[in-house]
């Protein structure tokens, strides 16, 4: 049952701190980033988010091995 504890635990903060950037991230900018890649042509956009994923992975990471560490 510990495990399955710190599991919803760190999903908890993960749901918040995801939430927090789209709130405050999407407000400002359009929702990227600086150093996100956005093209737009005409109709056409495309958006490939790098700084957002590594932020996502970065913090991810911490807070999985601040829970899960042996």
Known sequence: MDVLG????????L?????A???LFGRV??????GD???RR???????PIVTMLLISL???LVLN????H
Do not use: D, H, N, Q
């Open 21 to 23: 950037l789209i709130y």
């Open 6 to 13: 710190k599991a919803l635990m760190a999903m908890a903060v």
């Open 15 to 19: 749901i918040f701190v995801v939430g």
């Open 66 to 69: 601040v829970f899960f560490r």
């Open 29 to 34: 900018g359009g929702g990227f980033l600086p």
């Open 59 to 61: 913090l991810l990471t």
């Open 42 to 48: 005409g109709s056409f956009t495309f958006a490939f």
């Open 37 to 39: 890649i956005v093209v």
